[in-house]
């Protein structure tokens, strides 16, 4: 069981949460998709409705008006998010929400890098991020897919000290590993030029890709045909609020 019980390290992705303009049925449709539970109490707090897989923090679904557009929200770990906040703009990107203290959770700030891709902060403090990860139901990985890939290597590679290093299993595709400063590896950065736009993807692992689009499909989704890939089995579904994510059961090691 991949359980997180401390404050990750600067640059890993610590902490999701998606943003729709009908919670209720987000809560039903990612509950029956991923078994996860609510406490919806959590709102009160101002980290939205928190999604529980044993008990445990996942992600989080909030209400947004339809205007702000709906999406999943990638957080990377911080020890201060203000000094983040300013190497952000310093490389060239923007800040969309300036650092803001949500009670005694913690700290957060959202981001734009220069290609366009949205992602936040989290400055950890009672809630840590993610406390089950890389296993079925929870958050496996992030990469970031855009047309432009080098100009966002070379920013979060500025902001995170994060190394560069080819991917030699997939020869075929533009696609760099983003490794922290310790070697370990945080996702990466996939240059698609037919990217309609630069978005850091989500991928939760399950336990049958297959049986999760059919899943999806008849609650109102739309989803890729599932496809081997040397890491796994994988396919991308799209929400009933327009939503992109993708789903992979991991080939065994």
Request: glycine letters at 10%; hydrophobic letters at 40%.
């Given at each position: 069981?991949?359980?997180?019980?401390?404050?990750?390290?600067?640059?890993?992705?610590?902490?999701?949460?998606?943003?729709?303009?009908?919670?209720?049925?987000?809560?039903?449709?990612?509950?029956?998709?991923?078994?996860?539970?609510?406490?919806?109490?959590?709102?009160?707090?101002?980290?939205?409705?928190?999604?529980?897989?044993?008990?445990?923090?996942?992600?989080?679904?909030?209400?947004?008006?339809?205007?702000?557009?709906?999406?999943?929200?990638?957080?990377?770990?911080?020890?201060?998010?203000?000094?983040?906040?300013?190497?952000?703009?310093?490389?060239?990107?923007?800040?969309?929400?300036?650092?803001?203290?949500?009670?005694?959770?913690?700290?957060?700030?959202?981001?734009?890098?220069?290609?366009?891709?949205?992602?936040?902060?989290?400055?950890?403090?009672?809630?840590?991020?993610?406390?089950?990860?890389?296993?079925?139901?929870?958050?496996?990985?992030?990469?970031?897919?855009?047309?432009?890939?080098?100009?966002?290597?070379?920013?979060?590679?500025?902001?995170?000290?994060?190394?560069?290093?080819?991917?030699?299993?997939?020869?075929?595709?533009?696609?760099?590993?983003?490794?922290?400063?310790?070697?370990?590896?945080?996702?990466?950065?996939?240059?698609?030029?037919?990217?309609?736009?630069?978005?850091?993807?989500?991928?939760?692992?399950?336990?049958?890709?297959?049986?999760?689009?059919?899943?999806?499909?008849?609650?109102?989704?739309?989803?890729?045909?599932?496809?081997?890939?040397p890491y796994g089995r994988i396919a991308t579904?799209?929400?009933?609020?327009?939503?992109?994510?993708?789903?992979?059961?991991?080939?065994?090691?």
């Amino acid at each position: 069981m991949s359980y997180v019980n401390r404050i990750q390290p600067d640059g890993t992705p610590t902490w999701i949460d998606l943003r729709v303009p009908d919670r209720e049925r987000a809560l039903e449709f990612y509950g029956a998709l991923f078994g996860w539970e609510y406490d919806k109490e959590a709102a009160e707090t101002g980290l939205g409705t928190v999604c529980l897989l044993r008990g445990r923090p996942v992600a989080a679904i909030a209400q947004a008006p339809a205007a702000t557009g709906a999406g999943w929200t990638m957080y990377f770990a911080t020890a201060d998010c203000d000094g983040t906040a300013k190497r952000i703009t310093d490389a060239g990107g923007s800040l969309l929400k300036a650092p803001t203290d949500v009670g005694e959770q913690g700290r957060t700030a959202i981001a734009e890098d220069p290609v366009g891709a949205r992602f936040g902060l989290w400055e950890g403090r009672a809630h840590l991020g993610c406390e089950v990860v890389n296993e079925p139901g929870s958050l496996v990985r992030n990469d970031l897919v855009t047309a432009d890939p080098e100009p966002a290597r070379a920013f979060y590679t500025a902001v995170f000290d994060y190394t560069l290093d080819l991917n030699e299993t997939l020869p075929d595709f533009d696609f760099t590993f983003l490794r922290r400063p310790d070697g370990h590896e945080i996702g990466g950065i996939f240059g698609f030029p037919n990217a309609p736009r630069s978005v850091w993807a989500t991928t939760f692992e399950v336990a049958d890709t297959d049986a999760v689009v059919r899943h999806a499909i008849a609650a109102g989704a739309t989803a890729d045909a599932p496809e081997d890939s040397p890491y796994g089995r994988i396919a991308t579904i799209t929400d009933p609020f327009g939503v992109e994510f993708s789903v992979i059961t991991r080939a065994a090691s």
